[in-house]
């Protein structure tokens, strides 16, 4: 296998705990990152983000760091074909019997759209079965 197939699969939408242990210095995932062909942010991120920025006692430096992330990264809204992912996704777990928060669905359906791999720790994603979904520890 040649270095350039070994790329296709080098795609990612970052989870919002993804996010975070980059923000707090994770050296492994920065690494990651720097590997990476290409990095998205999904918008429900940048609202977790923002949420937990204005929450905390350090406001203005997480907004800071947020800015510098949505400056720097490409940024990937709702729109009509992620609403109808979005539809088939909860439909599929409310089937099967197993929601996940409805955040993570918005998230997995512009991972599954867009054809990016999902980097997340929460393992509640596995249960959706259309995405792929990958663990930087």
């Given at each position: 296998m040649n270095k350039s197939t070994k790329m296709t699969g080098n795609k990612f939408l970052l989870d919002t705990n993804i996010i975070t242990a980059w923000l707090k210095g994770e050296t492994s995932v920065a690494d990651k990152i720097d590997k990476a062909k290409e990095i998205h942010i999904p918008?429900?991120?940048v609202g977790e983000l923002y949420y937990g920025a204005m929450y905390s006692s350090r406001v203005d430096k997480n907004i800071a760091d947020i800015n510098k992330i949505t400056s720097n990264y490409n940024i990937l809204v709702v729109d009509d074909a992620v609403s109808l992912v979005y539809g088939k996704i909860k439909a599929a777990l409310k089937k099967k019997?197993?929601?996940?928060p409805e955040n993570d669905i918005w998230i997995?359906?512009?991972?599954e759209n867009h054809g990016l791999i999902l980097v997340s720790r929460d393992?509640?994603?596995k249960e959706v079965e259309t995405i792929k979904l990958k663990d930087w520890k």
């Amino acid at each position: 296998m040649n270095k350039s197939t070994k790329m296709t699969g080098n795609k990612f939408l970052l989870d919002t705990n993804i996010i975070t242990a980059w923000l707090k210095g994770e050296t492994s995932v920065a690494d990651k990152i720097d590997k990476a062909k290409e990095i998205h942010i999904p918008i429900i991120a940048v609202g977790e983000l923002y949420y937990g920025a204005m929450y905390s006692s350090r406001v203005d430096k997480n907004i800071a760091d947020i800015n510098k992330i949505t400056s720097n990264y490409n940024i990937l809204v709702v729109d009509d074909a992620v609403s109808l992912v979005y539809g088939k996704i909860k439909a599929a777990l409310k089937k099967k019997g197993k929601p996940i928060p409805e955040n993570d669905i918005w998230i997995a359906a512009i991972a599954e759209n867009h054809g990016l791999i999902l980097v997340s720790r929460d393992k509640h994603f596995k249960e959706v079965e259309t995405i792929k979904l990958k663990d930087w520890k």
